[in-house]
């Protein structure tokens, strides 16, 4: 702790967003990124408590007092190297985060947390702009095979893990290019996407293969995936979406919310979608369904689109503004949200639910909601919903977009036909060794947690690739997360 | 590693109450110093509030915490430890405690004394602990008045007769031995003998002692115990254990292993908001629990009744154990080890060799031992010469006389003055006599302890001679002592009083017309005295007041001093050899001394007739040049801050 009274001495200071007229005008990213020293002032203010709440909420352990220090110091380049030593994907988390971090801060108990993502960040591009980032130079190959499903954060981490302990790693993606959800779903003005080919290509100079456009169980078959490699990880995401399967759900102009903001992003990358493919917010009236983080990237999106208007609704009623006694710290709080894609513009409405599509000409024309309310659970697991009579209200809809969860992995296809046995939530099952049922196949990441964040994934990823080292090897080097 | 065999269960309805239970949990002794005012103030509310005692830890406490608020909470600690640095230990402060805790280790830094940094020693602290803002405070590791178990006994004695009323408990530290260190304990008549281990908190330790000092408390209990049973000592004191204590299972097993009382520390401070920041030394803890900083103070928001909750579901975890294990009452539970068993499954491999049983032993004894206390102590109080003392000052009062007492005194007569002042603290108020209100002359030899805790407004006489501790924790008092008026050796050449006189004096006057023993004025945070001699190690750890030695010093003098101002009268020059210079720098007495030098020497004739003070006052223009200075460096840098900022006062004034 390189200031003792830094918190005393100074505020809490967080990065500046570009304004909202100039920025709904493009993809490009909202966040205007702060200047070293700004970065280096705020890292003073970590008190460097010595039971570190952030590490503790952090699923990735990062060492969060400790980098802070190295950077008010001014010491980058050990800042950079403990960050890495615990994050394969800095750059990403620093971005779009919900920075489980700052909710435990112990600043944050009675005062403002310490801007520890944005410390992150700092740390990282400042790695990138000074070339301190390079590729790893592998000592010696195992000569061990291992294929890993999927080229989002849980099977990029989980590869470039067993990539450094030397084995042989390709990456099979069924998409176009790596990068899953990060790629094809979070939005740009999110994540700008060289962002993350920056960090491919030092990938694919430490050997790792990337083998993209090849579905497994459809392009390449199962047995071959068995025999042909050591040992598999499966981290394909949990991509099945929760459907409404209410009256009128078959008229057109109703889209999953994955299916809008994938093609949002081919779009954007300069991909050309054909006009019957089409999902363009432009001069529509735009209703989300769905208060979630997918459904703020979809407010965001139909914004830059050049929606007439947008309504986001949610059925959950809208959660307080800050922690109660029932969301006591260091827990991460269910608290309200206002994304940088709802200071753009649009309408929240909450304790909404969908009752019925309403269409013209076998397209979407308007949507019947009702009023909920929640009564207290009352010895129950959980509150009961109930309809208020005579609440019933329509919202016209040119474009609905579904953004109400994900339930479990796809199951049809390579899961199938791999015969994996799933839990109770429709997720790969797997063992305290992170394998599954079927010998030598591993699973990390949101097949087998269900639908999770970024920085869960790249522990899941982490994680799996110790204990295949651990299977492949007898024991591992790598560390445990 | 310890497991409840499984037994006939009883219906909890069965188990004695809640309320019952709640007096037996005390909180452990956290200074305030280490942790902050209303830090403090909270633990002591919560726990009278449920019927159990917190405690003041080392750091003295604010008189005005004794009265009670106006909606019957008191933030009174009930118990007042007396520890090696006695600060803040005077007279008052024992008469308002219901316990009075001898600290003789601490489970988390066995052996050591503690460190309160200089800039945490804030004024309020300074005037809790009777010291100087922003000087360190150190505790010296031993009790300087403690060298054996008889010491111990005397002290305890000492306690008892200063407050008749509170009982005396011993705090010792868990180790191999503490069992036959805890009979000493028992014979020497305390009443109650806290077990530390070696596992709790501490703000004030290196590292290498909070890791790897100590052990467990439950081998300390289990020694203890046992060997009180053997002695037959057991059903005459109380057992208290605490060393991290979390659950109302750790307190059902300490309470098997023999224990009838139980502390908690670090858990109460959790509860009121500690985050284990670990910056209680940098004076910078974020949420207000161990900081003195005015800003980080307003940030505590701790309140009493988390504590109190804490408790209670400590007690409802502990009730149901107790019925699971078929006892109605915690006394029907103390040492029965017969329901404990070693968890063999969480011993590792290398670890299974070892022969556990001592732990669990229960040694066969016939019914009339007592496992846990049943019998108070024999005190002796009965027939100590206070009560003459305040009996014949009730009379005077009475009859409206002034209180002038003449009576012999033997080397058997320990703790004269001790009671005294406890009654005359009690019944007037602490400070409230004028000087010489009560006087007592003695002839003859004196016993131990002569003169401790006296109060201000008692004044002792003594024709003859003392023994050791002298004065000891003096409040306020005079004491005068001189030779009988028929001998004719030299005073500045011959001893008069035994060693440890004054530890941990207050405040007061002393004239010794002779020279004192070794660590003369050990821990002086106030007192005035003239003596004609020292042997080693004087004025060690000294705080405050004012010492004149007006002949030769032993060795060591003024180590660790860190307050307070002595002059040596250095007559043949040799006295720098024997100085102890790390803290003090030897200087020419300046013209603010002279004053205070001139009135001290005219007392001490005034007194005692002493012919090496005629000799000085008749020539003192000359003979200050002789006296050396001794003053401790801090002491010297908050003296001329405050000077600074007096003329500053002055400057403002005049500026209109």
Same mark, same amino acid.
Request: aromatic share 8%.
């Given at each position: 702790m390189g200031e003792e009274r830094g918190f005393l001495k100074l505020g809490r200071q967080a990065g500046c967003y570009r304004q909202v007229c100039e920025r709904v005008k493009d993809f490009k990213d909202v966040y205007k990124i702060r200047p070293e020293s700004q970065s280096q002032e705020q890292a003073s203010r970590c008190m460097d408590c010595s039971t570190p709440f952030c590490h503790w909420a952090c699923p990735i352990g990062n060492y969060i007092p400790e980098w802070n220090d190295h950077m008010f110091g001014g010491n980058w380049k050990q800042a950079l190297s403990l960050l890495e030593a615990s994050n394969n994907l800095p750059e990403i988390t620093g971005r779009v985060c919900p920075a489980l971090c700052e909710y435990s801060c112990v600043l944050g108990l009675n005062d403002q947390p310490v801007t520890i993502r944005e410390n992150e960040l700092a740390i990282i591009e400042a790695g990138f702009k000074n070339g301190l980032i390079k590729p790893y130079h592998i000592g010696s190959r195992t000569g061990k095979k291992v294929a890993v499903i999927g080229s989002g954060p849980s099977g990029l981490s989980c590869g470039a893990q067993l990539n450094r302990a030397g084995h042989n790693v390709t990456v099979f993606e069924r998409d176009n290019k790596p990068g899953g959800i990060l790629r094809y779903g979070i939005p740009d003005f999110k994540l700008e996407k060289h962002i993350l080919d920056r960090r491919l290509d030092i990938w694919r100079e430490e050997g790792v293969v990337f083998k993209t456009g090849i579905n497994i169980g459809v392009d390449y078959s199962v047995d071959k995936l068995l025999a042909d490699f050591d040992a598999v990880c499966l981290a394909g995401g949990c991509r099945a979406p929760r459907d409404l399967k209410i009256e009128g759900r078959q008229l057109k102009g109703i889209y999953f919310a994955m299916d809008y903001l994938t093609q949002s992003n081919r779009r954007v990358a300069g991909d050309k979608i054909p006009e019957e493919e089409l999902i363009d917010a432009k001069g529509k009236k735009v209703v989300v369904i769905g208060g979630g983080d997918s459904g703020s990237d979809c407010v965001g999106t139909a914004h830059r689109q050049g929606a007439s208007c947008v309504v986001q609704i949610e059925v959950l009623p809208r959660p307080a503004e800050c922690r109660d006694s029932s969301q006591p710290w260091p827990n991460y709080p269910l608290i309200l949200k206002i994304s940088t894609s709802h200071e753009e513009g649009g309408e929240r409405q909450w304790e909404v639910l969908t009752k019925r599509f309403i269409g013209q000409r076998n397209h979407v024309k308007k949507i019947s909601c009702v009023k909920v309310e929640f009564s207290p659970a009352n010895g129950k697991a959980c509150p009961l919903m109930r309809e208020i009579p005579g609440s019933e209200f329509e919202i016209s809809a040119d474009l609905v977009i579904l953004a109400v969860g994900f339930l479990h992995p796809e199951q049809s296809g390579m899961l199938d036909e791999l015969k994996v046995k799933f839990d109770s939530r429709g997720n790969v099952m797997t063992d305290k060794n992170y394998m599954t049922s079927v010998k030598n196949v591993f699973s990390a990441g949101d097949m087998r947690r269900g639908q999770s964040l970024v920085v869960w994934a790249i522990a899941e990823g982490r994680r799996c690739a110790y204990f295949m080292d651990k299977y492949l090897m007898g024991q591992s080097n790598l560390p445990v997360i | 590693m310890l497991n409840f065999k499984k037994t006939n269960p009883v219906p909890i309805e069965e188990v004695e109450p809640a309320e019952k239970i709640l007096k037996r949990f005390v909180t452990g002794a956290m200074s305030f110093g280490s942790i902050s005012g209303s830090a403090h103030e909270t633990i002591a509310i919560a726990m009278n509030r449920i019927g159990g005692k917190s405690n003041t830890g080392e750091g003295g406490e604010d008189p005005n915490r004794f009265i009670t608020l106006p909606n019957g909470d008191s933030r009174r600690s009930a118990i007042k430890q007396v520890a090696s640095g006695?600060?803040?230990?005077?007279?008052?402060?024992?008469?308002?405690?219901?316990?009075?805790?001898?600290?003789?280790?601490?489970?988390?830094?066995?052996?050591?004394?503690?460190?309160?940094? $200089?800039?945490?020693?804030?004024?309020?602290?300074?005037?809790?602990?009777?010291?100087?803002?922003?000087? =360190?405070?150190?505790?010296?590791?031993?009790?300087?008045?403690?060298?054996?178990?008889?010491?111990?006994?005397?002290?305890?004695?000492?306690?008892?007769?200063?407050?008749?009323? !509170?009982? &005396?408990?011993?705090?010792?530290?868990?180790?191999?031995?503490?069992?036959?260190?805890?009979? #000493?304990?028992?014979? $020497?008549?305390?009443?109650?003998?806290?077990?530390?281990?070696?596992?709790?908190?501490?703000?004030?330790?290196?590292?290498?002692?909070?890791? /790897?000092?100590?052990?467990?408390?439950?081998?300390?209990?289990?020694?203890?115990?046992?060997?009180?049973?053997?002695?037959?000592?057991?059903?005459?004191?109380?057992?208290?254990?605490?060393?991290?204590?979390?659950?109302?299972?750790?307190?059902?097993?300490?309470?098997?292993?023999?224990?009838?009382?139980?502390?908690?520390?670090?858990?109460?401070?959790?509860?009121?908001?500690?985050?284990? @920041?670990?910056?209680?030394?940098?004076?910078?803890?974020?949420?207000?629990?161990?900081?003195?900083?005015?800003?980080?103070?307003?940030?505590?928001?701790?309140?009493?009744?988390?504590?109190?909750? /804490?408790?209670?579901?400590?007690?409802?975890?502990?009730?149901?154990?107790?019925?699971?294990? #078929? +006892?109605?009452?915690?006394?029907?539970?103390?040492?029965?080890?017969? @329901?404990?068993?070693?968890?063999?499954?969480?011993?590792?491999?290398?670890?299974?060799?070892?022969?556990?049983?001592?732990?669990?032993?229960?040694?066969?004894?016939?019914?009339?031992?007592?496992?846990?206390?049943?019998?108070?102590?024999?005190? =002796? +109080?009965?027939?100590?010469?206070?009560?003459?003392?305040?009996?014949?000052?009730?009379?005077?009062?009475?009859?409206? +006389?002034?209180?002038?007492?003449?009576?012999?005194?033997?080397?058997?007569? %320990? !703790?004269?003055?001790?009671?005294?002042?406890?009654?005359?603290?009690?019944?007037?108020?602490?400070?409230?006599?004028?000087?010489?209100?009560?006087?007592?002359?003695?002839?003859?030899?004196?016993?131990?302890?002569?003169? !401790?805790?006296?109060?201000?407004?008692?004044?002792?006489?003594?024709?003859?001679?003392?023994?050791?501790?002298?004065?000891?924790?003096?409040?306020?008092?005079?004491?005068?002592?001189?030779?009988? %008026?028929?001998?004719?050796?030299?005073?500045?050449?011959?001893?008069?009083? $035994?060693?440890?006189?004054?530890?941990?004096?207050?405040?007061?006057?002393?004239?010794?017309?002779?020279?004192?023993?070794? %660590?003369?004025?050990?821990?002086?945070?106030?007192? /005035?005295? &003239?003596?004609?001699?020292?042997?080693?190690?004087?004025?060690?750890?000294?705080?405050?007041?004012?010492?004149?030695?007006?002949?030769?010093? #032993?060795?060591?003098?003024?180590?660790?001093?860190? $307050?307070?101002?002595?002059?040596?009268?250095?007559?043949?020059?040799?006295?720098?050899?024997?100085?102890?210079?790390?803290?003090?720098?030897?200087?020419?007495?300046?013209?603010?001394?002279?004053?205070?030098?001139?009135?001290?020497?005219?007392?001490?004739?005034? /007194? =005692?007739?002493?012919?090496?003070?005629?000799?000085?006052?008749?020539?003192?223009?000359?003979?200050?040049?002789?006296?050396?200075?001794?003053?401790?460096?801090?002491?010297?840098?908050?003296?001329?801050?405050?000077?600074?900022?007096?003329?500053?006062?002055?400057?403002?004034?005049?500026?209109?």
């Open positions: - | 006695r600060f803040g230990v005077t007279i008052n402060y024992l008469v308002n405690a219901d316990e009075i805790q001898i600290k003789i280790a601490q489970g988390a830094k066995p052996g050591e004394g503690g460190q309160l940094p $200089g800039h945490k020693v804030s004024g309020i602290i300074a005037r809790t602990r009777y010291t100087t803002p922003g000087v =360190t405070l150190i505790s010296p590791p031993p009790h300087h008045d403690i060298y054996s178990i008889e010491d111990l006994a005397q002290l305890i004695f000492d306690l008892k007769n200063a407050n008749p009323s !509170a009982r &005396v408990s011993v705090k010792l530290v868990s180790e191999v031995g503490v069992g036959t260190v805890a009979a #000493g304990v028992a014979k $020497g008549h305390a009443d109650m003998i806290l077990i530390s281990g070696g596992d709790g908190g501490t703000g004030a330790s290196p590292r290498s002692s909070i890791r /790897y000092a100590g052990l467990p408390w439950e081998l300390g209990i289990s020694e203890t115990h046992q060997t009180l049973l053997l002695n037959n000592l057991r059903s005459r004191v109380r057992l208290q254990a605490d060393g991290q204590m979390r659950t109302g299972r750790d307190v059902a097993i300490a309470a098997l292993l023999g224990a009838e009382e139980y502390g908690f520390c670090s858990a109460i401070l959790v509860v009121i908001g500690c985050v284990m @920041l670990r910056h209680c030394h940098l004076n910078n803890c974020s949420v207000g629990v161990a900081t003195q900083d005015d800003i980080l103070q307003k940030r505590f928001s701790g309140r009493p009744e988390y504590i109190v909750n /804490y408790f209670n579901f400590i007690v409802t975890e502990l009730r149901a154990i107790m019925a699971s294990l #078929g +006892l109605r009452s915690i006394d029907e539970m103390i040492g029965r080890t017969d @329901l404990l068993e070693l968890n063999r499954e969480i011993i590792p491999a290398k670890a299974s060799q070892i022969d556990y049983s001592r732990i669990l032993y229960r040694p066969e004894l016939p019914e009339d031992v007592g496992r846990y206390y049943k019998v108070k102590q024999d005190n =002796t +109080l009965d027939s100590v010469l206070d009560r003459k003392l305040i009996e014949i000052w009730g009379g005077c009062v009475k009859k409206n +006389l002034p209180v002038r007492i003449s009576l012999g005194i033997n080397n058997t007569d %320990r !703790a004269v003055g001790a009671m005294l002042s406890g009654e005359v603290c009690k019944r007037c108020g602490e400070g409230v006599l004028l000087e010489d209100s009560i006087v007592c002359k003695f002839d003859g030899i004196a016993g131990q302890s002569f003169g !401790a805790f006296l109060a201000k407004g008692i004044t002792f006489e003594l024709e003859g001679m003392a023994n050791d501790y002298v004065g000891k924790g003096i409040s306020g008092g005079k004491i005068v002592i001189y030779p009988n %008026r028929k001998v004719d050796y030299k005073s500045d050449e011959n001893i008069i009083a $035994g060693n440890t006189s004054f530890y941990g004096a207050i405040s007061g006057e002393a004239y010794i017309s002779g020279v004192a023993g070794e %660590r003369f004025c050990v821990r002086n945070s106030g007192l /005035y005295a &003239v003596v004609e001699g020292v042997g080693d190690h004087g004025c060690e750890y000294m705080t405050g007041g004012r010492v004149i030695i007006l002949g030769k010093t #032993g060795n060591n003098f003024a180590a660790g001093m860190s $307050g307070g101002i002595a002059y040596v009268y250095d007559e043949d020059a040799t006295f720098k050899q024997r100085c102890n210079l790390d803290m003090v720098e030897l200087e020419k007495i300046k013209e603010s001394d002279k004053d205070t030098i001139y009135h001290l020497l005219s007392n001490h004739f005034k /007194y =005692t007739n002493s012919i090496k003070a005629k000799i000085i006052l008749d020539n003192l223009h000359n003979q200050l040049k002789k006296f050396v200075r001794v003053m401790p460096v801090e002491y010297k840098r908050i003296l001329e801050g405050a000077k600074i900022e007096q003329k500053l006062d002055i400057a403002e004034d005049l500026d209109g």
